[in-house]
């Protein structure tokens, strides 16, 4: 089962920042937060990982609480191209932990 | 574009046909993983392999068969599979070491079973 609880959907609008909240109160020390995206009918796409400090490249930033008990993705300027359903994933240090995914969020973006 | 590639993008099969998909990267990854989408439902894990070896099989029946030649290549092979087998099957890879890597998927493979 999936450790992490997100809102089923979202709405933003294009060009302003779209925060993607993620709860995970059972993530134990040697767990960490990715987050994916799925464009209809595409393959997931990774977008950002992290452990306990804020994370940011190209795409996203990522900022975990200090308890780490919840997240948040930040698309700083949203675009068209980022609806897409988003999936927040706890997954244990080591490169062959599987991927859990859950619902996901659909983020849809208004022009 | 990952570095993941499947092929075919999509295929249709009769329930009394015989197909294969495959799954290949060039990514340098040793863990190779087999995921199905069915239609508005989570990505359900099928198949784990780490360096070739299956380490998990979560409750697939038997007409799905995979097979793991190396550490770059990934075979599904069906056979006499259902209507509701229909799906999108997607392939994954990661690096398995001691730290925190990412998985990259390929763009999946649409079966309609007819």
């Known amino acids: 089962d999936a450790k992490t609880t997100q809102p089923p959907s979202m709405d933003c609008a294009e060009g302003r920042a779209a925060n993607l909240p993620c709860n995970h109160s059972t993530i134990s020390g040697n767990e960490y937060v990715y987050w994916y995206r799925q464009i209809h009918s595409q393959g997931p796409q990774y977008i950002i990982h992290?452990?306990?400090n804020n994370e940011t490249n190209e795409m996203a930033s990522l900022i975990i609480t200090e308890d780490r008990k919840s997240s948040t993705l930040i698309l700083p300027h949203a675009t068209l191209r980022d609806t897409a359903v988003y999936y927040c994933?706890?997954?244990?240090?080591?490169?062959?932990?599987?991927?859990?995914f859950g619902k996901g969020m659909k983020l849809t973006v208004n022009p | 574009e990952t570095g993941v590639t499947q092929t075919p993008r999509h295929l249709v099969m009769g329930m009394t046909n015989k197909k294969s998909l495959k799954c290949e990267q060039h990514l340098g990854h040793n863990a190779m993983y087999w995921y199905k989408q069915s239609a508005k439902k989570p990505l359900e894990l099928m198949f784990v392999y780490n360096f070739k070896e299956q380490t998990e099989n979560n409750s697939v029946p038997s007409r799905f068969s995979p097979e793991c030649p190396n550490s770059s290549h990934l075979f599904l092979h069906l056979h006499t599979l259902q209507p509701e087998d229909s799906a999108l099957y997607l392939c994954?890879?990661?690096?398995?070491?001691?730290?925190?890597?990412?998985?990259?998927f390929g763009q999946g493979t649409r079966l309609t079973v007819v």
């Open positions: 994933i706890v997954r244990s240090q080591g490169g062959s932990e599987k991927l859990v």
């Open positions: 992290g452990l306990k």
């Open positions: 994954a890879s990661s690096l398995v070491t001691s730290g925190s890597t990412e998985a990259f």
